[in-house]
């Protein structure tokens, strides 16, 4: 979970170890799907044995999820 400008600016952050002829995708904070796109990508790498549900990468995106409700509620 990182705020825009620490991804950008990060050397181990998910989009500066993209490839260059990589694919990505950004949902943000005040899009109010995004949370439970979060939570649903968690439950599909759970389900395709990617990670488990205490995994770092899991357990950040859920709180990333979490955050982005926070965000919303406190903007609203």
Do not use: H, Y
């Amino acid at each position: 979970m990182m705020l825009k400008r620490d991804e950008l600016t990060t050397p181990n952050s998910c989009m500066s170890r993209a490839k260059e002829d990589e694919m990505t995708f950004v949902l943000l904070a005040r899009d109010v799907a995004a949370p439970a796109a979060i939570r649903t990508w968690v439950e599909q790498r759970i389900l395709l044995g990617k990670n488990c549900r205490g995994d770092v990468q899991i357990r950040e995106a859920l709180e990333c999820a979490r955050e982005m409700e926070r965000q919303r509620r406190r903007s609203e």
